[in-house]
Nanobody
Framework: VQLVESGGGLVQAGGSLRLSCVASGSIFSINAMGWYRQAPGKQRELVAMSTSGGSTNYADSVKGRFTISRDNARKTVYLQMNSLKPEDTAVYYC??????????WGQGTQVTVSS
């Protein structure tokens, strides 16, 4: 399974970005897809996840600002990020939970929010 992210970049505080992640390869099933992020000197943390059943889970720090959505037919997950803050600056990683087949990660996309 390969995951390719896109949509990162540099934005001013208060701005918006939309991340995309497309899964390809020998995919039998994807239970959940979502996003993690890792800022310099910090551990990787959950941002948002979406299950195949449609439920979503968000980090408290992004609730009300970020929205995750998923296109199962296209094996794509999106992260709409609004009202961005400098503390949102991080490398954002896409993750696919394929159950017994394991977890897969993308290469990461940099998001930088200037104050």
């Amino acid at each position: 399974v390969q995951l390719v992210e896109s949509g990162g970049g540099l934005v001013q505080a208060g701005g918006s970005l939309r991340l995309s992640c497309v899964a390809s390869g020998s995919i039998f099933s994807i239970n959940a897809m979502g996003w993690y992020r890792q800022a310099p000197g910090k551990q990787r943390e959950l941002v948002a996840m979406s299950t195949s059943g449609g439920s979503t889970n968000y980090a408290d720090s992004v609730k009300g600002r970020f929205t995750i959505s998923r296109d199962n037919a296209r094996k794509t997950v999106y992260l709409q990020m609004n009202s961005l803050k400098p503390e949102d600056t991080a490398v954002y990683y896409c993750k696919a939970d394929c159950g017994t087949y394991g977890d897969y990660w993308g290469q990461g996309t940099q998001v930088t929010v200037s104050s």
